[in-house]
């Protein structure tokens, strides 16, 4: 039988391990958002939980209309956070008219959407050519939304994960499907 010391010598390496496990995982593999703000409503309310997917071989390959979580890329704070949806990718030709998205010329069914009217705020990207390794990016409260329109491109490389589950509240748990 073991001794004392090395019975808690070895509590501390488990707990160690552990602890190096749930770093790698929070670090590289999920993690949880607390969403801030109304520009995904009705997708997202503010001070909903989602869990995220960091996997780079996964959430750095954007597709459209995946819900993806990334550093805004006028702000030098890191800390800082946006969470928007794909609407456009690499090559891929958009426009803007009468606040309907038309993704190579054909108009992007958007069921998510909170309301058909978009007010015009005279934006700077409403229509272009999204660049290699870039993607415009866009909110589904199309008339509370700081997104693309206004700050442009997202460089892939700013991305930080994809939105999974919404965890809370409870009774609102949803897994994002991509609807495309």
């Known amino acids: 039988m073991k001794n004392w010391k090395e019975f808690i010598i070895d509590k501390i390496k488990l707990v160690l391990l552990a602890l190096a496990i749930a770093f790698v995982v929070d670090k590289f593999i999920f993690g949880f958002a607390i969403v801030d703000g109304q520009s995904m409503f009705p997708t997202l309310n503010t001070s909903d939980r989602i869990l995220v997917l960091k996997l780079p071989i996964i959430s750095k390959d954007p597709n459209i209309g995946d ?32 606040g309907k998205l038309y993704v190579n010329n054909e108009r992007l069914a ?71």
Do not use: C
């Not at 993806?68 to 030098?76: D, K, L, M, R």
């Not at 866009?138 to 700050?151: A, P, V």
């Not at 490389?157 to 991509?178: C, D, H, S, Y």
């Open 67 to 98: 819900i993806v979580i990334f550093n805004p890329p006028y702000h030098a704070e890191e800390k800082e956070l946006f969470i928007k949806r794909v609407v456009a990718k690499a090559g891929d030709f958009y426009k803007i008219i009468d």
């Open 110 to 180: 958007e069921g998510y959407i909170y309301q058909e009217s978009i007010w015009d705020r005279g934006y700077a990207f409403m229509e272009g050519i999204v660049p290699e390794g870039m993607i415009f990016v866009m909110g589904d409260n199309r008339n509370d939304s700081n997104d693309s329109r206004s700050f442009g491109f997202i460089d892939e490389k700013q991305i930080k994960g994809k939105a999974l589950i919404r965890v809370w509240p409870m009774k609102e748990i949803t897994v994002f499907l991509n609807p495309y």
